[in-house]
């Protein structure tokens, strides 16, 4: 008779990849809509796409954030979050999601592929 043991995986390299992700990520996104609100005030053209798009890599990175918060607790769905805003925090800002991207991705590969067992 064989028993089922559950072994349980420490989730911090996720967590802490998704709650430093997230952060960069709003450092990012924070200097972004500052570039296109200074684009503005000098009467640039095209500031609102860049100042909509600062908005979306702030909602990213707060979504990246709480992938990492619930990666102990629910690991799929952790890792979701973070690939989901890893990329798309790539596709909306690109260079200025160039620390706070590889870092997302990284914690959303690791919590989709390591399982307990």
Sequence with gaps: ?????????SRTAETILGVL???AGLIGAIF?????GL???FGAEGTSTIVNLGWIAIFLSTLGIIGGAIAS?????AGI???????GGFLAISLA????????????ILALVRRSK
């Design 1 to 9: 008779m064989q028993e089922e043991i559950e072994v349980k995986i």
């Design 21 to 23: 992700g997230g952060i």
């Design 32 to 36: 972004v809509l500052l570039t296109g």
């Design 39 to 41: 684009g503005a005030a």
């Design 73 to 77: 607790r629910n690991v799929d769905a």
């Design 81 to 87: 979050c973070m690939l989901l805003s890893g990329i």
């Design 97 to 108: 999601y160039i620390i706070a991207g590889p870092l997302l991705i990284v914690g959303g």
